[in-house]
């Protein structure tokens, strides 16, 4: 994140403050000297407040969170919508619908009707209705479109509020307290620093301070989507990793098991087919012996049953 110079701050005329006879007593630590009736803002409060406040919303962008911008006079309207439009963020810059905080409920129901009636426009159904109505579904659309168009796509409460001109922005800061939504704002001499978490002391009414100010924010915003976005990208590479090692572990383990249910099987049949040779020769030991055995008490029987008639003769 880039250092903030007090240079560039002065150069934007950041350091204006208003009439010293408008001023918040509360602003009194902010405040550098008066000149002209006007009051001068410490520059280098103003820088370190900014990198604190930077520091804390790239980490909210980080986190995933959305960050509202809200800035509703005219100097800020253009800045702040083409500053927060280019990092994704929503914002308000026409005037504060009352409950968009509070009752976001209600404040999404108008969103959802827009949506719809975009759908009735591709569906066809839109150039089912009357003249009259179509043309009211129009205005009721531009409406809508004009006050919540730019918050079409904040599913949930915001994570932050960041303000330009706080009392002007009072209702939307009473909103954010109630909730205990951290709120970022612009706060000029004679505003109460007090009703915000994150002080910018800063000229909030001249666009060149506004337009510094919103451009240091919005870079520290987008640092934050970045370093989120890179997170994602580590996590699906880490994941990716991780099912492949899965993938040739298991192929590794089907191979060991092919492997050794082969040689197991192998290794079985050789003491199978050893065993049933050997039970084999038993066997045919055991036969050929008995038959021997037979033969040989045959023939000697024989040999008995021939020389016994002979032997008789003889004594004769």
Sequence with gaps: MAKVEVKEL????????HLTRKWDPNMAPYIYMERNGIHIINLYKT??????ASQALSKIAASGRKI????????AKDIVSDKAGNVNMPYITERWPGGMLTNFVTIRKAVKKMASIDRMKKDGTFLTLSKKERLQVDRLRAKLEKNLGSISDMTRLPGALFVVDIKREHIAIKEAQKLNIPIFAMVDTNSDPRQVDYVIPA???????IDKILTKVTDAVAEGLAERKADKNAKAEGNDATVE????AKVEAKTEAKVEAKTEAKTEAKVEAK??????????????AKTEAKTEAKTETKVETIAAPAASQEEE
């Design 47 to 52: 820088a370190a407040k900014l990198e604190e």
């Design 203 to 209: 000229n909030d009414d001249a666009s060149k301070s």
């Design 275 to 288: 065993t049933e040779a050997k039970v084999e020769a038993k066997t045919e030991a055991k036969v050929e």
């Design 245 to 248: 090692a899965k993938t040739e």
């Design 10 to 17: 002065l150069d934007g005329g950041v350091h204006f403050g």
């Design 68 to 75: 509202l911008f809200v800035a509703t006079k005219k100097q």
